[in-house]
């Protein structure tokens, strides 16, 4: 997911800072205590509200591949490649598709906001959170089952439908569910931007990336999922372990996931609804105009 801080009820870009090329290190440096708490008051504490874009594509009939999709907040409607539009939402919720109550492929859910409650297609509506909660659907139990979850930023604490209360972050850090190595399950992690570390819970704390950059995690390689970020401010990929490249430019939106032939790169350009697909060697691997300017890629 990537994120726009929000402030006095106004959206503000978050601050990029470019650098001299990247400086990364895998030196731990164990900084968030994770604990398991029954209590759900948040803190008193004024933390600016961060909102979610889905990063992570998805297959939203069950083919196995995915299908180019936007969900457009000024009439609520999703629109599909290859399927009909569906009105479900209103201006001013989140997207949060996936496969939830077990079925075999994504299907459109929203979060509002306003009242804390979640919207899923087929399923129906469930409250679980409030104003300032980020949504952070996964798979936290690693049952193949996708589990209603927050991030709440004002006390650092997840919150997750069926298991509990985690503390693990604080103000200002960046929520990412991270998939376990050879596993399906996900963890609580966060990207602190202020020191350009991940805190992974039941892993550590790793540095990689800085002030400004996007954390999008993805299984890039066969061995497992690795830790990548997006730098907006220049449109360069780092993916530890892998390599940097570039592809896209600033404004462009990253997204991750199975795109076909082994690709799991992509950008989405708002201003014109182009999708472009990094094809692993630096050429035009395949793209698509689909979508409008004010569009959310889903």
């Not at 609520?76 to 209103?90: E, K, M, N, P, V």
């Not at 104003?131 to 997750?160: C, E, H």
């Not at 390599?243 to 076909?260: I, M, R, S, T």
Request: hydrophobic share 40%; glycine share 14%.
């Amino acid at each position: 997911m990537s994120w726009t801080r929000r402030a006095a009820g106004l959206a503000v870009a978050v601050a990029t800072v470019a650098l001299a090329g990247p400086a990364f290190a895998s030196t731990p440096a164990p900084t968030v205590t994770s604990r398991v708490t029954s209590r759900a008051t948040p803190a008193a504490v004024s933390c600016p509200g961060v909102t979610p874009t889905p990063l992570h594509v998805l297959d939203f009939t069950g083919d196995g591949h995915f299908h180019y999709a936007v969900f457009r907040p000024s009439n609520g409607t999703w629109y599909i490649s290859g399927l009909d539009a569906i009105q479900f939402g209103i201006n001013g919720d989140i997207p949060v598709a996936s496969a939830y109550a077990g079925q075999p492929h994504a299907v459109p859910a929203v979060f509002r906001p306003s009242n804390g409650t979640w919207y899923i297609r087929g399923v129906g509506a469930i409250q679980f959170g409030q104003a300032g909660d980020v949504p952070m659907p996964g798979d936290y139990t690693g049952q193949g089952q996708v589990q209603l979850a927050v991030f709440r930023p004002s006390n650092g604490t997840w919150y997750i439908r069926g298991v509990g209360a985690i503390q693990f972050g604080q103000c200002g850090d960046l929520p990412v569910a991270f998939t376990l190595a050879n596993t399906s399950r996900q963890v609580p992690a966060v990207f602190r931007p202020s020191n350009g570390t991940w805190y992974i819970r039941e892993v550590g704390a790793i540095q990689f990336g800085q002030a400004g950059d996007i954390p999008l995690p993805s299984r890039f390689l066969p061995r497992g999922e690795q830790l990548a970020v997006y730098r907006p401010s220049t449109g360069t990929w780092f993916v530890r372990g892998v390599e940097k490249f570039a592809w896209g430019q600033p404004g462009d939106v990253p997204l991750v996931g199975n795109f076909g032939q082994g690709h799991s790169i992509a950008i989405f350009r708002p201003t014109t609804g182009l999708w472009s697909i990094w094809d692993g060697r630096g050429d035009y691997g395949g793209g698509e105009f689909y979508g409008v300017s004010g569009d959310i890629p889903v």
